[in-house]
């Protein structure tokens, strides 16, 4: 019981946090540079994060000590819970709690308490207007990802992962509900501040809430966005791309392959999409992109009651 | 319901949580640092509340809160003086009464928890708890859900009209002014008005945004 | 966990909340207190429904009301510090003592 309840889902989580943030680190290298060369698009993440982990950690004049400490690993920690939600197939799951769905909500709203934390704590004026502006981003963001979610729910009729996965057995979400999907891939830029939608460290302020961080405490804090970036795409492979379901392949195979064509989505757009200045930002999610999350979630009632 | 071992451990655990982090909200320097201190303490009750199998409930809870006390943190540090909390900050009044009276409620209250007799009549073998919370809130129970959610869409209009700058006899916050630096002092943070600009202003106050 | 450690960790919460409610100079933190209270009281009403309600759905609808009526008093205790603090500059319960005239 011990072992397939709490060191299987475990070891999975971080497993995927290691090798995914890996994998996240080396797919921007490479769409960045646009070429393999020499092997360095390997190599590069792990030099980078060995010189971080040699370097000093330092730290500011008075900062909240608590938060400044724990703010990196609590993000990771988000991260990891994420991933252990995600069902590999109807019976490999980490934690399959009935409300499984709105926990990934509410971690999306406790992602926002930690990232304000982290801007917060280091006592520090850039760093402290990266955390607000990622709190006026994060909210709006907030009620998105939710009514996204609630339609992803309906035809289901459940607020398990695994039962939102085996309604999509006759036709994926993505399909049925076609706005779903690029709503909640903003939402997931927006939740791990990635590309455009990176205005909580954006180069402006200098890095933002991680201004004052060096050394391993900010190695944690970069693994700590990829880890979020891969658990957020293998949440939407699982919301609308059927997650374990697929030929020939087993279930885990068919959630990878769809979590890696996500998450190469997300960082194409992240390197594709303009940045706006965060107050049209602000003006983009609430005006155009709430209404339009409304639309889906009517649409998607309207479809779940025409296919029932 | 016959909890094991480890859910009495994660129970004693949490609500040690939960005492001492809202005991800390109180007796902390920082606004911030108490609002999230209050988090930490609700956090810890779903987490209870998810042991009890309440599930919807207990991660409700979360999210509920999370964005409640980061809205509070931002209102702390609107209003509040001393965010950071580098300064040590006590603003009490009445302590004393207030110590007696907490420690009274707490007396009576778990006195009737330790002497009361509660009928023993636990949840089913057989229970979904997200189920048939479902099927009360949109069943038996819509009437009252439904007036939940007008009271919060009056809530919402009632708010704004609050604490919106435009009312039907002129900007809400005419006269008012910064507070001082210190106590009883000149506004703060507000730069004189020349005596052109005055003047200007007086004759079509409506073109200037303030 | 039974249902008297539970009820007696919800009215631990009630007496920190109270105390914080009647002691706390500003609203802000008064308006904590009042949260911690609604915490415990959020608790008690889960125990009673898992131990002696027989897991009657009503007890948890409760614990759903209680939380739109936090989300009400902090949205209306927030409208109303903002108006205060527009109106006389008070952002303690001290400073509005002209309030009885």
Request: hydrophobic fraction near 60%; aromatic fraction near 8%; include cysteine.
């Amino acid at each position: 019981m011990i072992l397939d309840q709490l060191i299987l889902p475990w070891l999975l989580a971080w497993l995927m946090a290691g090798l995914g943030a890996y994998l996240v680190a080396v797919l921007d290298r490479w769409m960045a540079t646009g070429s393999t060369q020499a092997g360095s698009v390997w190599l590069a993440p792990l030099a980078s994060a060995a010189w971080l982990l040699t370097q000093q950690a330092t730290t500011t004049e008075a900062p909240d000590a608590g938060a400044w400490r724990l703010a990196p690993a609590l993000y990771l920690a988000l991260a990891a819970t994420g991933l252990a939600l995600v069902p590999w197939s109807p019976t490999l799951v980490g934690v399959d709690l009935a409300t499984s769905l709105v926990l990934w909500g509410s971690l999306e709203a406790l992602a926002t308490v930690v990232i304000f934390l982290h801007g917060w704590s280091a006592n520090s004026h850039l760093a402290l207007i990266g955390a607000y502006r990622y709190v006026a981003l994060g909210i709006s963001y907030l009620l998105v990802s939710m009514f996204v979610l609630i339609g992803v729910a309906l035809p289901a009729e459940s607020l398990r992962w695994t039962e939102v996965v085996a309604a999509q057995e006759s036709l994926w979400h993505v399909v049925s509900q076609p706005l779903g999907l690029p709503l909640f891939l903003v939402v997931g830029l927006g939740l791990t501040f990635w590309g455009p939608l990176d205005l909580a460290d954006s180069t402006d302020l200098s890095t933002g809430t991680a201004v004052e961080r060096s050394g391993p405490p900010r190695l944690v804090w970069a693994l700590a966005r990829a880890a979020m970036l891969v658990a957020f795409s293998a949440i939407a492979a699982t919301a609308f791309l059927g997650g374990w379901m697929g030929p020939w392949l087993p279930g885990p195979a068919w959630l990878l392959l769809k979590s890696l064509a996500v998450l190469v989505v997300l960082l194409w757009l992240g390197r594709r999409l303009p940045r706006l200045a965060p107050e049209r930002c602000l003006t983009l999610m609430w005006v155009v992109l709430l209404p339009l999350s409304f639309v889906d979630l009517i649409w998607a009632g309207a479809v779940a009651l025409w296919m029932a | 319901m016959t909890p094991s071992l480890a859910t009495h451990i994660a129970f004693v655990v949490l609500a040690a949580l939960a005492v001492l982090s809202g005991w800390r909200v109180f007796c902390t320097d920082s606004m911030v640092r108490a609002s999230f201190f209050l988090l930490l303490s609700f956090i810890a009750v779903g987490g209870i509340m998810i042991l009890l199998t309440a599930e919807y409930l207990g991660v409700a809870m979360f999210f509920m809160m999370a964005v409640e006390m980061m809205v509070m943190a931002l209102f702390m540090v609107m209003f509040m003086m001393n965010p950071a909390g580098l300064n040590p900050m006590k603003m009490v009044h009445q302590e004393r009464v207030a110590i007696v009276a907490g420690v009274a409620v707490f007396g009576v209250l778990s006195a009737v928890a330790v002497l009361g007799d509660f009928p023993d009549m636990p949840l089913p073998a057989e229970h979904a708890p997200v189920i048939s919370l479902g099927r009360e809130l949109l069943g038996d129970s819509m009437l009252v859900f439904e007036t939940a959610g007008v009271v919060l869409l009056t809530t919402m209009v009632g708010v704004v009209v609050l604490s919106s700058r435009r009312g039907r006899y002129g900007r809400a916050d005419e006269g008012s002014v910064p507070p001082g630096l210190e106590p009883g002092g000149e506004p703060a943070g507000r730069p004189k008005e020349s005596e052109e600009e005055k003047g200007e202003e007086g004759g079509h106050a409506h073109q200037h945004h303030h | 966990m039974t249902l008297t450690t539970l009820l007696v960790l919800a009215a631990a919460l009630i007496g920190i909340g109270f105390y914080g409610a009647l002691s706390q100079q500003s609203f802000v933190m008064l308006m904590m207190g009042l949260e911690l209270m609604l915490n415990g009281a959020m608790l008690a009403a889960v125990a009673f429904w898992a131990y002696s309600g027989a897991g009657a759905p009503e007890g948890q609808l409760l614990t759903i009301v209680i939380m739109a009526v936090m989300a009400i008093e902090m949205a209306l205790g927030f409208a109303l510090v903002v108006a205060v603090f527009r109106a006389k500059q008070a952002d303690t319960t001290e400073a509005l003592s002209e309030l009885k005239q």
